[in-house]
């Protein structure tokens, strides 16, 4: 069977050049060109953070690519589009936000733009000037994200993170304070106004502070804050006392706060507390009256010098208020005398007692029963009246002073009216008047005529008296002065005579050319001659000591 | 007299690229070697058509960042500033000048792209065999060698800008990534004309022709 064929029948097998399959190696160009292409997009994609829409009034300064937004001072992101808003009344930033800070996009962080600002109390935001302006961010609590974001229209001023406590404070106008002023506590910067609103009625400021870390601490409920602006001045027996809280405070305005001494020192006052902002620092500090016992004073007395708040005292001790001064009339008998309605604070006098005591007097004016029969004892028992004193003699001022005048009449007090009345004694001031006009009766009755008769007589007397004593002197004249003369003139003699003698003695002995005087000069020069004579004898001999014996030799050339 | 198209490889015989000696191959599948300069003896170039589109499509990757990254970034006064091609011809449009930008344009984006699809095109009318238009083909092919080596100018410029503008700390300028990608695929749509064997744009319409004739 294998011979049956033909070989060359058989098909032959095909040759097909090898074809070069072979991938190049060119294509790694490609695939590396690939590979860095897409390592930069995933790079990019993976560094790409969040982007946000914040909503702004007006976008002042800011532009597209050029301005970033900066947190702590680090750029955390840059805005990528400004336009308004789809109603054309707002700006919608847009802001791209690095990665790193997109966790913190939370829903109550914060944005503004930050400007340069000059105000009293400093510069803030100058290296924007070079910069321009950017984008400042801060943190929220919250850890709800959020993309769209309305911008603040001024920078709050506290950052967060920053220990302290925000507080509302109620005060009927602005003053002179704005967002910045400080706040102190006892002369210490403490804190800081951030924002100010009028109240939604209309009739109070609404300020909003901060009080910083270690002081929010000591604001407790019964804090004081008052307005520190300006000065206060106040003369005061201590001489002139000047209050202000610093240089700034006096320009820019300021805050102040104390808690007041009477206040329980309580637990701090939480966070957005509501306070009320007195005018100044007396108002403030002022204990708030709870019990108040209101009276009227009729006076028989000029009230000139009594004003609408002049203090009641007792003893010396404030006791509360003159609340109104006017007149009172009786239609019947055509009556008029001064009317002066006062309050008491029964609170402050009860303050004044040593702690012991204090329980005893709470419990004597807790109610008005209690106040009335301690009143009425005091009146009738110890004599408790009413004064108007002087309180500066130069101004005239005068205010009601409550004193004991135990023997004043009794009186009882009339509970039933609406506002009773106190009995009252008059013025210091009338009882001076009323001594003046004494001591001037007394004057009057002074007998002046005998004594001006009695003076004429007196004065005559002197006369004569003077008269003798003018005989007597001429006596003495007549009788010892000739006497006297002849002696004087004797001594004169005398004393010329001793004069020519003196005189003589002195042109003999002492005068220039006195004879004596140029003998002894003589003399002297004859004894100086003698005397150098002997000198030179002495030197020969002891050179010579010969010559004693032999004679002078002949000296050899 | 009639004129006859005939190819080198039709008669069955190869220049040498080198030395332009006309030579009879050793054999069809292994041309050999040059007997005179000792250059290796080809039909065609090697793996042109794989080379080429190798080089296209690593530019063609390498075009997308250069446009889209920055090519320049200029700090003035601690605010930066980067710009992209793209950036700078709008720039440029925007603020009047419209002449600078189109020639930014014209000379940044559109050669590049240009380039990049004509190598495209004729790689894919080769690998068809596409017959007509074998001339005007051949021309534009010639006018991408040509543009070639003037594209390399905006990295000039970028250079030149870098060097020369540095008055830190009021203004810097300092080169983006950018400028990296597109002297990639300046370079490579280079690399890509050259490695292109023009002969293949002929050499269908040879076989054609030879298959009638």
């Not at chain 1, 399959?21 to 930069?40: M, N, Y």
């Not at chain 1, 300020?207 to 000591?218: G, N, Q, R, S, T």
């Not at chain 1, 002696?487 to 004069?499: F, H, N, P, W």
């Not at chain 2, 039909?43 to 690593?58: D, E, G, N």
């Amino acid at each position: 069977m294998a011979e049956n064929f033909d070989r060359d029948d058989l098909p032959q097998a095909t040759v097909v050049p090898k074809r070069r399959t072979r991938i190049s190696i060119v294509w790694i160009i490609p695939i590396l060109a690939a590979v860095v292409a897409i390592g930069i997009a995933i790079q990019r994609i993976m560094s790409e953070g969040p982007t946000i829409t914040i909503i702004f009034k007006a976008a002042e300064g800011l532009e597209a690519g050029k301005t970033f937004v900066k947190y702590k001072d680090v750029n955390i992101g840059q805005v990528t589009a400004v336009k308004l808003s789809s109603d054309h009344s707002k700006v919608e930033v847009t802001a791209k936000i690095d990665k790193s800070a997109a966790d913190l996009m939370v829903e109550d962080a914060k944005f503004w733009v930050v400007q340069p600002r000059v105000t009293l109390s400093g510069v803030s935001g100058l290296g924007t000037l070079l910069s321009g302006n950017y984008i400042g961010f801060e943190v929220g609590k919250s850890d709800k994200q959020q993309r769209k974001f309305t911008g603040l229209e001024v920078a709050p001023i506290i950052t967060g993170g920053q220990p302290g406590r925000q507080f509302v404070l109620k005060a009927e106008n602005l003053g002179s304070l704005g967002i910045g002023s400080p706040i102190y506590y006892r002369r210490l910067q403490a804190g800081q106004v951030i924002a100010y609103d009028l109240a939604a009625d209309g009739k109070r400021i609404e300020l909003k502070i901060f009080v910083e870390a270690p002081y929010d601490k000591y604001v407790n409920p019964g804090t004081r804050f008052w307005n520190a602006s300006g000065v206060d001045a106040s003369i005061g027996a201590g001489g002139v006392e000047v209050r202000t809280q610093s240089l700034i405070a006096l320009i820019a305005g300021g805050l102040a706060f104390d808690t007041p001494p009477f206040v329980v020192t309580a637990e701090p006052a939480p966070a957005n507390t509501v306070f009320t902002l007195y005018t100044d620092q007396a108002i403030a500090m002022k204990q708030a009256e709870s019990i108040s016992a209101h009276y009227v004073l009729y006076l028989n007395e000029s009230l000139r010098g009594l004003s609408v708040g002049a203090p009641v005292t007792l003893l010396g001790l404030p006791a509360g208020e003159v609340t109104d001064v006017g007149l009172d009339v009786d239609p019947a008998t055509l009556r008029v005398r001064g009317r002066v309605e006062v309050v008491s604070y029964p609170e402050r006098l009860v303050a004044t007692l040593r702690a012991k005591q204090a329980t005893v007097g709470e419990a004597l004016i807790r109610s008005a029963q209690q106040r009335h029969a301690l009143m009425q004892r005091l009146v009738e028992q110890r004599g408790l009246r009413a004064q108007l004193r002087s309180g500066n003699l130069l101004t005239g001022q005068l205010f009601v002073a409550f004193d004991f005048f135990p023997n004043t009449p009794k009186v009882k007090i009339d509970w039933s009216r609406d506002v009773p009345e106190l009995p009252v004694v008059p013025s210091t001031a009338s009882d001076l008047e009323a001594k003046i006009t004494g001591i001037v009766a007394k004057l009057d009755k002074l007998p002046y005529e005998a004594i001006g008769a009695d003076l004429t007589k007196a004065l005559a007397d002197l006369s004569q008296t003077l008269e003798d004593t003018s005989k007597a002197v001429n006596r003495i004249d007549a009788d010892v002065t000739p006497g006297l003369k002849s002696t004087l003139d004797g001594l004169r003699g005398t004393i010329s005579a001793a004069d020519g003698v003196l005189k003589s003695t002195d042109a003999t002995l002492v005068g220039k050319d006195a004879p004596a005087q140029q003998d002894l000069r003589d003399t002297l020069q004859e004894i100086a001659r003698a005397a150098r004579s002997l000198r030179v004898l002495t030197d020969y001999l002891e050179r010579h000591p010969e010559s004693l014996i032999r004679g002078k030799t002949e000296e050899n050339p | 007299m009639t004129v006859i198209a005939l190819t080198g490889a039709q008669a069955g015989l190869l220049s040498c690229e080198t030395c332009a000696l006309l030579t009879r191959p050793a054999d069809a599948a292994e041309p050999g070697y040059c007997p005179r300069c000792g250059g290796e003896l080809a039909w065609r170039r090697h793996h042109s058509i794989q080379y080429t589109w190798a080089l296209v499509i690593a530019a063609a990757i390498c075009f997308i960042p250069a446009n889209v990254l920055p090519v320049l970034s200029t700090t003035t006064l601690g605010s930066v500033d980067s710009d992209t091609i793209m950036g700078g011809v709008v720039f440029l449009y925007t603020s009047g000048s419209w002449p600078l930008a189109l020639i930014v344009l014209i000379a940044s984006v559109m050669i590049p792209l240009g380039k990049l699809v004509a190598l495209a095109y004729l790689l894919i009318t080769v690998q068809r065999g596409s017959l007509g238009g074998s001339r005007e083909r051949t021309r534009l092919y010639r006018m991408v060698k040509f543009i070639g080596r003037w594209s390399m100018l905006d990295v000039f410029v970028d250079t030149f800008t870098v060097a020369l503008v540095q008055l830190q700390p009021l203004m810097f300028v300092e080169p983006g990534p950018g400028v990296v990608f597109f002297a990639a695929v300046v370079v490579l749509t280079m690399i890509a004309a050259e490695s292109f064997d023009p002969r293949l744009i002929w050499d269908s319409l040879a076989n054609r022709e030879g298959l009638h004739g």
